[in-house]
């Protein structure tokens, strides 16, 4: 896969990643909830989503640092802000996701590309071939 497909490739739901059924989904869910439901606000401090989830600071920097920096891509984004960091949903600020700027024959070549690398690879290794 090209690279330039890899950085736009679009963030999963939080519904499909988080652990559902646990008590650790459960909490993470709360802070999606902040972060994805509230009607007023995309952007949210630290402060608000512990407001909001009745969790302790420590715990909503855990599941923020799981969700916005072990995950690739990224579900949660933040931002600097005069009071810290401010974090938000991806699909509440899909302007934070990269855009390919490449020309549309550009994105074909490296499509056609990919594709013939994945069959050669494949060829290879059918034929008994190591790396």
């Known amino acids: 896969m ?11 739901k939080w519904t499909e990643v988080y652990p559902y059924g646990t008590n650790e989904g ?6 999606f909830r902040a972060l994805a439901r509230h009607p007023k606000w995309s952007w949210r401090s630290v402060a608000s989503i512990m407001s909001e989830t009745g969790l302790t600071r420590q715990r909503v920097e855990e599941i923020i640092n799981k969700y916005a920096k ?8 933040g931002k600097s802000a005069s ?8 699909e509440r600020v899909p302007e934070v996701l ?4 490449r ?3 550009t994105k074909d070549k490296d499509n056609r590309i990919d ?3 994945a069959d050669f690879v494949g060829n290879l290794s ?5 790396n």
């Open 2 to 12: 090209s690279s330039a497909k890899n950085q736009n490739q679009k963030p999963k």
């Open 26 to 31: 459960a909490e993470e869910a709360k802070v």
């Open 70 to 77: 072990k995950c690739n891509p990224p579900l949660i984004y």
């Open 83 to 90: 009071d810290g960091t401010n974090w938000a949903y991806w």
């Open 98 to 101: 990269e855009k390919d700027e």
């Open 103 to 105: 020309k549309i024959s």
């Open 115 to 117: 594709s013939q690398m």
């Open 126 to 130: 059918s034929a008994g071939v190591k």
